[in-house]
Structure formats: structure tokens, C-alpha cells
């Protein structure tokens, strides 16, 4: 009896559909279309965006510049998620629009963490002591 085969990531066809879902949002908020005081004074990125298998769900990390006001930047576009879903479902040909979820894009915090661990000065010894143990590769007379 053969196994399932286990999914090992997005298969190619979701990830070229995010793609797409993530211009189409980054157009729509660059263009200022969706008017609401909160976006309005916000440059919000959209670094990714990630689909069900179905492709019925959007799931779109999302950061306001600078990190600032995360919560009610998100607030504003949930209010709008409607809106933003109809514009996506315009500008990206697809048999059903995908329903929109908003979540922080964590990413930047977890590059961050990793270079505060990097800078920890255990990881310095560690590393200096790793060129310490490095044999020579000159001429040396």
C-alpha cells in the first residue's frame, strides 16, 4: 500500500498565487485606496503572504514601517478586509477571491534575536577561539 506523500512546503502553485495576492495588496495599500485615518497615516509593507492548499485562504504578514502602532495598523485593515479582498479579487484572476487574514510579520523580530545572539560575547569567544585553533596558511619564516 503506497503512503501519502508528506508535504514538505507550499506547492509552486500557492506560492505564485501569494505572489500575486501580496502586489495586489501592496498596490492597493501603496495607492492610498482604502480611506481610514489609521492607513492613511501609515506606510504599511507586506513582506508575505501565504495561501491554503485550497487557495480560499490569504494569510498576509503584514508591518507598518518603523514597527509603530502594529495593532491598530492591523485593526484598520481587518475593518477593511471586505474592501481589500474585493480589490485583490480584481486584480488577481481567480475562480473564488480568497478570504484575507491579517497577521504581524514576526520576522524582523526574529532576525533581531539572532543577531543579539550572535553579538553575545559567549558566541564572540566561542568564534575567536574557532580562528585560534585555524592553522596558518603563510609562507611563515
Same mark, same amino acid.
Given at each position: ?18 505572489? $500575486? ?7 492597493? $495599500? ?63 484572476? $481567480? ?13 524582523? &523580530?526574529?532576525?533581531?534575536?539572532? &543577531?543579539? $545572539? ?24
Amino acid at each position: 500500500m503506497a503512503q501519502k506523500p508528506t508535504s514538505t512546503g507550499p506547492s509552486q502553485r500557492q506560492q505564485r498565487v501569494a505572489e $500575486l495576492v501580496r502586489h495586489a495588496l501592496a498596490e492597493v $495599500l501603496q495607492r492610498g485606496d482604502i480611506q481610514d485615518p489609521v492607513l492613511g497615516t501609515h506606510v504599511v509593507t507586506v513582506p508575505e503572504v501565504r495561501m491554503s492548499p485550497d487557495l480560499k485562504l490569504a494569510t498576509a504578514y503584514v508591518m507598518p514601517l518603523g514597527g509603530l502602532d502594529e495593532a491598530p495598523v492591523i485593526a484598520a485593515l481587518e475593518r477593511h478586509r471586505k474592501v481589500l479582498r474585493q480589490e485583490v479579487a480584481r486584480r488577481v484572476n $481567480l475562480k473564488f477571491a480568497p478570504e484575507l487574514r491579517f497577521r504581524r510579520d514576526e520576522t524582523f &523580530d526574529e532576525a533581531a534575536r539572532i &543577531d543579539k $545572539l550572535l553579538r553575545d560575547e559567549r558566541v564572540q569567544r566561542d568564534l575567536d577561539s574557532g580562528r585560534d585553533d585555524e592553522p596558518e596558511t603563510g609562507t611563515g619564516h
